[in-house]
């Protein structure tokens, strides 16, 4: 499988992990929304300042884009 495929579902995966539209991981990237829809496609090539970019946006590590490492599920707990 092709590396802009993977990193388009990883991508893909995080954002609707988060209930996050394309427009709002745009937003939070500082990316342009038909970027985000290339790349998760696997039509764009891009650079590492915008994997940057996006890793910063979920939080994560760069790396962690790139592994199939799942992540942690915290359960949130009421207060009362």
């Given at each position: 499988?092709?590396?802009?495929?993977?990193?388009?579902?990883?991508?893909?995966?995080?954002?609707?992990?988060?209930g996050w539209s394309q427009e709002v991981?745009?937003?939070e990237a500082e990316i342009n929304k038909n970027?985000?829809?290339?790349?998760?496609r696997g039509t764009r090539n891009p650079t590492v300042k915008i994997i940057a970019r996006i890793a910063?946006?979920?939080?994560?590590?760069?790396?962690?884009?790139?592994?199939?490492?799942?992540?942690n599920q915290i359960e949130k707990s009421e207060v009362i």
């Open positions: 499988m092709d590396i802009n495929y993977k990193l388009g579902n990883r991508i893909r995966e995080l954002r609707t992990n988060r991981l745009s937003f970027y985000i829809s290339d790349l998760e910063k946006a979920f939080q994560v590590e760069i790396g962690f884009l790139f592994s199939e490492e799942k992540e």
